[in-house]
């Protein structure tokens, strides 16, 4: 019963920001999930970009996109956020939003993606 959408996505310049959001929607509170993003290039596995605790406190990142980018949260706007800074074309990919409900260790809702293109 929970919706994920993201937004944000398209081109951008090596070395360039790009700011990636999630907005959910369900009849439980945006609070009580987890939060994370990963993202798949054509080709590759799904790989896990970061993740945020349900209030936003505690943040983990894959060592990729450490000191990077980002994860943060607006619990009263219900949304997730991925800030991308120097970006490289190896980020590109499709990104997802995904969202665990309390302490499981299954990503239990994702969203549909967005395409988010790296130039040289």
């Known amino acids: 019963q929970v919706q994920l959408v993201e937004s944000g996505g398209g081109l951008a310049q090596a070395g360039g920001s790009r700011r990636l959001s999630c907005r959910f929607s369900g009849r439980t509170a945006f609070s009580v999930y987890r939060m994370a993003w990963f993202r798949q290039a054509p080709g590759k596995e799904r790989e896990f970009v970061g993740s945020?605790?349900?209030?936003?406190?505690?943040?983990s990142y894959a060592d990729s996109v450490k000191g990077r980018f980002t994860i943060s949260r607006e619990n009263d706007k219900s949304t997730v956020y991925l800030q991308m800074n120097r970006l490289k074309p190896d980020d590109t990919a499709v990104y997802y939003c995904?969202?665990?409900?309390?302490?499981?260790?299954?990503?239990?809702?994702w969203g549909r993606g967005t395409q988010v293109t790296v130039s040289s």
């Open positions: 995904a969202a665990a409900l309390f302490d499981s260790s299954d990503w239990n809702y």
């Open positions: 945020v605790s349900r209030s936003g406190a505690s943040t």
